[in-house]
């Protein structure tokens, strides 16, 4: 970090990823999840070296950031260039409070989403995969969330070194004080 302690990004701007269906990727974020779609741009332009047709939307989160996609008009373009790691850990996660993670539990449930809940000991993660296969994570911090920042920000860089080199023992004592089924609120 910068001598001034400033994160160089002010927020996140958007997050995008590529989709084979807009329509069905809509539904999902705006009709399941409730995620406004507050632009879509249809574009023709060079994309790493070729000319590609393609429909970009965006999805309002309350920050004024976006979760964002893109469908090609060329199947091909789609293969090329969306991630397709079946078992990948690349997820995108979204901070929401006690509540919305109640209220999107309900809707899941109601569309017959899969999901999985995680208690991590700092945050409880909901987990939810999307028609594409991208994971979706909301996240409930825990309600000291200000005092396990300051201790994880004050050994960060310490922790990141005695991993690297080689002691991989955890650090995460959390997790065994608070189970799953003991709602994260905050």
């Not at 000991?121 to 991208?134: H, K």
Request: aromatic share 8%.
């Amino acid at each position: 970090m910068s001598t001034d302690q400033r994160p160089a990004a002010l927020r996140m701007h958007h997050h995008a990823f590529v989709v084979r269906d807009q329509e069905r990727t809509r539904q999902f974020y705006e009709d399941v999840l409730g995620l406004p779609l507050v632009a879509t741009w249809c574009e023709v332009e060079n994309v790493r070296g070729k000319e590609r047709e393609y429909c970009h939307t965006f999805f309002a989160l309350a920050d004024d950031s976006a979760l964002a996609f893109f469908q090609f008009a060329d199947p091909q373009d789609h293969d090329e260039l969306a991630c397709s790691a079946p078992q990948s850990l690349n997820h995108i996660a979204l901070a929401v409070d006690a509540d919305m993670q109640a209220t999107l539990i309900a809707r899941l449930d109601a569309a017959g989403a899969g999901h999985r809940v995680v208690e991590h000991g700092y945050c409880r993660s909901l987990y939810v995969v999307d028609p594409d296969g991208l994971t979706v994570e909301f996240t409930v911090d825990a309600p000291d969330v200000a005092t396990i920042n300051e201790t994880r920000r004050a050994d960060a860089h310490a922790e990141l070194a005695r991993w690297l080199g080689g002691d991989r023992r955890p650090n995460n004592d959390l997790r065994e004080l608070r189970r799953a089924d003991q709602p994260v609120t905050g």
